[in-house]
């Protein structure tokens, strides 16, 4: 399987219901340093996975849409915990629609899998991979 990863970021807060969350139940932000991991099991015609310079773009509007945000005030995560691993299906999901819409180019319709990772903090990150 080959693979590329695009990497960028978002600053986010919000905050979480359940006890499970302790102090985290407050308002908080959270600075996420985002992967996205592009799968094929053949390259392209073109000799690539999928082109760099779309599969950044695409990310970065996708995070665009997320940073800067509290996220218990959008409508998308209303009544929802936006934990990491929460995230880290969204952006996936985001960048689903991107490639079956041809963002990425007509090449990477022939992917396999995305993968989205998203690190909390040096220690800590949680990932998400769904098949395209």
């Not at 340093?33 to 996708?62: C, H, K, W, Y």
């Not at 849409?65 to 995560?77: G, H, I, Q, S, T």
Request: glycine share 8%; aromatic share 6%; proline share 2%.
């Amino acid at each position: 399987m080959f693979s590329i990863t695009v990497r960028d970021h978002m600053m986010i807060a919000h905050s979480f219901r359940g006890d499970v969350f302790g102090p985290a139940q407050r308002l908080h932000g959270a600075t996420f340093v985002v992967d996205a991991t592009f799968r094929r099991r053949e390259l392209d015609s073109d000799g690539i996975v999928v082109d760099i310079g779309a599969a950044t773009q695409e990310l970065n509007g996708i995070l665009a849409a997320l940073n800067y945000r509290n996220l218990d005030d959008e409508p998308d995560f209303a009544g929802m915990n936006t934990s990491t691993e929460v995230l880290c299906k969204v952006v996936a999901d985001r960048l689903a629609e991107k490639v079956h819409g041809g963002a990425l180019g007509e090449n990477a319709r022939g992917l396999d899998s995305i993968v989205v990772t998203l690190h909390e903090s040096h220690v800590a990150w949680a990932s998400y991979e769904r098949s395209l």
